[in-house]
């Protein structure tokens, strides 16, 4: 057993702002422990700390991420991508009910059509014109989505000020038996939370992710004193704003079983995991500056869905017979490479081989739309289906082979894939055409041909 060194663990990070997080370890003993306790945190670099407190009433801290450990002596800064305070595996002695609050991020999505009236006291009432809750059934519990509203005063010039930050959120009540943990509930509700973010990213047209989940027991059931609280905290790379553009799939649309519909739909989809990342493919193109970047991520999105969406194996031959014809092939290429004074290429030749097992981009695209029954005839209306595909895939080849094409081209065709890889998606996620936004398809009715 190592000797135990005391430390004052102070967290920070502002409210509202998600890239921040900071850690700060005061190391109490004498100089020699200290020290001991510099090197054990650099030697070797722990890229995960748990900090438990001895202290009645102090929770224990766990450090997700690490990348980052410098000072010395007394004082040592941590910079880490999560920390969880008062998550804990312990064992609780009776069932309790926590209020849990998921923050998301960017505000402005899950903002209902109303009329909003401001008050000169700084009230804002809002009166909806469709009324409604969003909600979604998870193993936990019901959690409810939507907009929140949080208020704090400051002074400016000798004013007090009032601040309305809107938010969007996912909140719930959930059980924790007795005999289970705060823990192993945390990483079911992310869970939970990470497949309503995805889904939230489709329908908005962005990325959403959460940065913080607080937790704390239902002081309705819970005796003052034995109140609990808890609060898993990431620190995201940039602040994101919305990005103003129209969504797929509107509020008004998710809200009475809506979004719970899709996202069960999510979950159960054996293709799950290439829906996750055609997803996040999409979202991020929308979100990037260079149109390049975006090229690429949505036409690896359109890639993903399309070889999730067919039902015959993307490969040409089975296993057994490739071998045969794969060891043909090889030995043909071998057979005249000196007579073809192909030589020197021989090789490089062979090692393309593999890749004619394989149904090209383009086959296994279109037989996804047939086979999903996804409206094409819009897309490309001059050329047709099939040859405005083959261009765009030109597009995406030129660009990653020789990072050249032409600008306008390639952003028409960029709105033509993201409305192929939202349409693919929509299919396979069986979603209703008529319950998708009015005007999702703005950008695709602008190109003249």
């Not at 909806?128 to 998870?138: A, L, W």
């Not at 908005?204 to 059931?221: G, L, S």
């Not at 086979?371 to 047709?384: A, H, N, T, Y």
Request: net charge negative; proline share 3%.
């Amino acid at each position: 057993m190592g000797t135990k060194i005391p430390l004052v663990v102070t967290i920070e990070y502002e409210r509202h702002d998600p890239t921040t997080l900071s850690t700060e370890l005061l190391v109490l003993g004498d100089d020699k422990e200290r020290g001991a306790t510099a090197v054990s945190l650099q030697r070797p670099f722990h890229f995960e700390l748990k900090l438990p407190s001895d202290e009645p009433g102090a929770p224990s801290v766990k450090l997700s991420g690490i990348h980052s450990i410098s000072g010395g002596g007394a004082e040592v800064s941590i910079s880490a991508s999560k920390a969880q305070i008062g998550i804990t595996g312990e064992l609780q002695e009776e069932e309790l009910v926590w209020i849990v609050k998921a923050e998301l991020t960017p505000s402005g999505i899950l903002q209902a059509a109303g009329i909003r009236t401001h008050s000169y006291t700084g009230e804002i009432s809002v009166e909806r014109i469709k009324t409604g809750e969003i909600t979604v059934s998870t193993k936990l519990g019901e959690l409810q989505v939507g907009d929140r509203y949080a208020y704090y005063d400051s002074e400016e010039y000798g004013n007090k000020v009032t601040h309305s930050v809107q938010r969007a959120a996912i909140t719930g009540s959930i059980k924790i038996p007795k005999g289970e943990n705060l823990a192993s509930i945390n990483e079911a509700l992310t869970e939970e939370i990470i497949d309503i973010c995805t889904i939230l990213s489709f329908c908005y047209r962005q990325p959403v992710d959460f940065y913080e989940i607080w937790y704390v027991t239902d002081p309705n059931t819970t005796p003052r004193e034995r109140m609990q609280e808890a609060i898993v905290r990431r620190r995201l790379r940039s602040v994101s704003n919305r990005i103003r553009n129209d969504e797929l799939i509107h509020h008004d649309n998710l809200i009475d079983g809506g979004l719970n519909k899709l996202v069960a739909n999510y979950k159960k989809s054996a293709h799950k995991d290439e829906i996750t990342r055609a997803i996040s493919f999409l979202a991020a193109s929308y979100k990037v500056d260079f149109l390049e970047s975006a090229y690429f991520l949505a036409y690896s999105a359109l890639d993903l869905i399309a070889s999730a969406s067919n039902v015959e194996d993307s490969y040409l031959l089975a296993t057994s017979k490739w071998k045969k014809v794969q060891k043909l092939l090889r030995a043909y290429i071998d057979s005249i490479a000196e007579k073809e004074e192909i030589t020197s290429v021989a090789e490089q030749i062979k090692e393309k081989v593999p890749e004619l097992r394989r149904a090209s981009g383009d086959k296994r695209i279109i037989g996804a739309c047939h086979i999903l029954g996804v409206k094409i005839d819009d897309l490309w209306r001059k050329d047709g289906f099939e040859a405005g595909l083959k261009s765009a895939t030109r597009i995406r080849n030129r660009l990653f082979h020789a990072a050249g094409g032409d600008i306008d081209d390639s952003h028409v065709n960029l709105i033509r894939i993201r409305t192929l890889i939202e349409r693919l998606l929509l299919k396979v996620l069986e979603w209703p055409d008529e319950r998708t936004w009015v005007w999702k398809d703005q950008e695709l009715l602008r190109i003249r041909d």
